[in-house]
């Protein structure tokens, strides 16, 4: 075998064990290296001389550009783009939640956890460590509670 067919199979290897990594692991952007890889692999053993010339990293570029766009077309269709997922403090009124550390009126040392979340607490009465609580107001990154009476 010459040098060009080794690395032509060398290419094809990498091109497939990229594909494998790829379907095992979705997300990680292997795609596109390995459909060149496989392309210029391909190439390759078709016409060997070509490998070794300056017209392989020319193919290679031509192969990139469309495998780049219809992959990133492929991702979104399989996971359109969203606004990030934040919350905002005025998106906890109404919520519930429990009390980390216990929260005092005219404080923000309480501590609340509202779905996972620790927040600064405060609240027109005391309320105890592990009270339930519920959000009546919030201004900034703090809230305002009022213990939920079971």
Known sequence: MTLATDLSLVFIVIG?????????????????????????????????????????????????????????????RLAPPAPPQTTVA??????????????????????VKIANVIWSATSETPISVGKHVKVVRSEGVHVTVEEIIQ
């Open 16 to 76: 497939v064990l990229m594909l494998l990594v790829e379907i095992s692991q979705p997300g990680s952007f292997l795609l596109v290296p390995a459909t060149v890889l496989l392309a210029l692999g391909g190439i390759g053993l078709i016409f060997p001389d070509l490998l070794l010339t300056i017209w392989s990293p020319i193919i290679a570029v031509i192969i990139l550009v469309p495998t780049t766009f219809l992959t990133i077309k492929m991702y979104q």
């Open 90 to 111: 005025t998106s906890l009124i109404g919520k519930e939640g429990q009390v980390e550390v216990e929260v005092v009126p005219g404080s923000l040392r309480g501590k």
